[in-house]
């Protein structure tokens, strides 16, 4: 793992120097598509603070960039001009985490609106659920009363109440679609995902915290382990739903999604070590090919 340092340090200015287009933005796939995409403009801005590689007037400008993506109507954000439950969430997390200050009630109230009957997140409002949207969402209401919890004055009880209510129902809707110990990838299929599994262990994992309660099946997480670990390749993780195409660096969900979870979860366990391998390797074979401008 000696090179995560350097690679680190040339995502970091690939983000600054060449991955924004002229407008500042952060586009799909850097010199394919110039269209501002808000997950990609999201988790820019998130790593470039991580990393503490702006100034801190910097933050304000790439913040209001983001915020210049919200829909002021809906007051969610898109993608492709069509309103994104996963994109929402996306954002707030990013948003919570460099500015609280900066996401109103009115911008968790869309989340939740934007929440399936069923309790679960889809990739759009109305989508079918999965766990994997599920997760984003969910952590976005938790960091947003986790940002404001030693101001709880503040907020109305009813907006507290609004977004319990909310995470309720997630968990709710994980354990209904549960299939023994691991999870499918969305509501109505029987098949086992690694993906939906993981990121449905988060999502119990961040609602436990905040309620101070007990898992249901307090063993799940180690008997989840074991059949993850089966499928620690990236081609079997492909094919149970890494990836929609067959190149999972590429698409939704991709391992940077997958890879803060399972160390949330697990720590630097065997799998995380694998797939953190596998994107370094994968890091380095698309950013030598990246052209200066």
């Not at 407008?23 to 991580?50: N, R």
């Not at 100034?55 to 809906?74: F, P, S, V």
């Not at 984003?136 to 109440?161: P, Q, S, V, W």
């Not at 953190?276 to 994968?282: D, F």
Request: charged share 25%; hydrophobic share 40%; net charge positive.
């Amino acid at each position: 793992m000696r090179d995560i340092g350097g690679v680190i340090e040339s995502a970091c200015t690939f983000l600054l120097n060449y991955a924004r287009t002229k407008d500042g933005f952060y586009p799909q796939q850097v010199g394919i598509e110039e269209k501002p995409v808000t997950p990609t403009t999201a988790v820019a801005i998130l790593a470039l603070y991580k990393t503490k590689k702006l100034a801190e007037h910097d933050y304000n400008t790439y913040i209001h960039m983001l915020l210049n993506l919200k829909d002021r109507t809906e007051k969610s954000f898109c993608v492709n001009e069509g309103l994104s439950s996963w994109a929402t969430a996306k954002a707030l997390i990013t948003l919570l985490s460099v500015d609280p200050n900066v996401v109103c009630n009115e911008d968790i109230l869309a989340l939740i609106k934007l929440q399936n009957e069923d309790g679960g997140w889809g990739y759009r409002p109305g989508y079918i659920s999965r766990p994997f949207y599920t997760y984003f969402a969910t952590k976005a209401l938790i960091l947003y009363l986790n940002a404001n919890d030693l101001k709880r004055g503040n907020i109305k009880t009813e907006m507290i109440e609004a977004v319990e209510k909310s995470l309720e129902k997630a968990n709710k809707f994980l354990q209904k679609i549960q299939l023994n110990d691991v999870w499918p990838r969305e509501t109505g299929d029987k098949r086992p995902c690694p993906v939906a599994t993981v990121m449905a262990l988060g999502s119990l994992k961040l609602i436990q915290q905040y309620f101070k309660s007990e898992v249901r099946n307090a063993d799940i997480f180690e008997t989840s382990y074991l059949f993850i670990q089966k499928l620690t390749k990236v081609k079997e993780w492909d094919r149970y739903g890494f990836g929609e195409s067959g190149v999972a660096f590429y698409v939704q969900p991709a391992p940077v999604d997958v890879i803060p979870v399972i160390l949330k979860i697990y720590g630097k366990c065997e799998i995380a070590l694998y797939l953190v391998r596998w994107l370094i390797k994968n890091c380095k074979e698309y950013t030598k090919n990246i052209k200066e401008p």
